[in-house]
């Protein structure tokens, strides 16, 4: 009876320790992973696409970032200057005057006033006369006519050095008068403060001649404009200038055919 109780309990153990083997080789099956939420699935896959088509296209080439300037509707509108505008049109040089002032068929009140450029207009220029301080313009109607305009109250655009030097015009009847000489001149210098100086000028001059209606005392560089009456022989006048400045003064007797040649002068405060 215990041999029969010590068999089975060796047969026992036997069978367990097979099975323990037999457990301890066989492979186990992976239990799978849940699957992802569908949103997150699709996100992914995008992404994926996403980068493929970076990798294949956007790494392959630069990219370019453009950018639109957007006015602000709360700044002015801009504008442009007539005068500039223009000049940039026709590429000529033009004009326009602070004050209205009369365009003449020569460069004095000798010559019949044709036109009249007021303020802000503006006209082509095609000439000039530098002794006189004229411009000799196209008058702006279309005619294609042309007229002098006095340069005192003128603002000129553009490149001028290239316009002709036109000769001062005769008008039709008469003879213009003799040039009047210089005798003696003089200028007394005062001291007007930073770095100026006020000239106060006199010019005495014969007349010679017997038909004039005034003379013209022209200045420069102030290009300013004095007039005397028929059988004058002096001018006085004052001009505020940079100490050292050269100004030059100029006189000639007019009539209705023009003016005579000149006489000038020159002076200078230190």
Do not use: H
């Amino acid at each position: 009876m215990k041999r029969n109780r010590k068999s089975l309990f060796i047969i026992s153990c036997t069978m367990m320790a097979f099975a323990f083997l037999a457990g301890a080789c066989i492979p186990r099956t992976p239990i799978p992973p849940p699957p992802p939420p569908q949103n997150l699935a699709a996100t992914v896959t995008a992404q994926a696409l996403q980068l493929q088509g970076l990798t294949a296209t956007a790494l392959a080439q630069p990219i370019v970032v453009v950018i639109t300037n957007t006015p602000d509707p709360a700044l002015p509108a801009a504008t442009v200057d007539p005068a500039l505008n223009v000049a940039a049109t026709t590429g000529g040089v033009t004009v326009t005057v602070s004050q209205n002032t009369n365009c003449r068929t020569g460069p004095s009140q000798d010559f019949k006033d044709i036109f009249s450029l007021g303020i802000g207009q503006t006209a082509e220029v095609v000439g000039k006369n530098t002794l006189n301080n004229y411009w000799i313009i196209k008058i702006p109607d279309g005619s294609g006519k042309t007229c002098w305009l006095w340069g005192r109250y003128a603002t000129v655009s553009g490149d001028t050095a290239g316009l002709a030097e036109a000769a001062t015009p005769t008008p039709s009847g008469g003879e213009k008068p003799l040039a009047p000489v210089i005798t003696s001149s003089n200028v007394k210098c005062y001291n007007a403060g930073s770095g100026d100086q006020d000239y106060e000028v006199r010019v005495n001059w014969t007349d010679n001649s017997t038909n004039e209606t005034k003379f013209n005392i022209y200045t420069s560089p102030n290009n300013e404009y004095y007039s005397k009456k028929a059988d004058a022989v002096t001018v006085d006048f004052i001009e505020r200038l940079p100490a050292g400045t050269t100004l030059t003064v100029v006189v000639v007797a007019a009539n209705a055919s023009g003016e005579s040649a000149p006489s000038s002068a020159s002076f200078v405060c230190p």
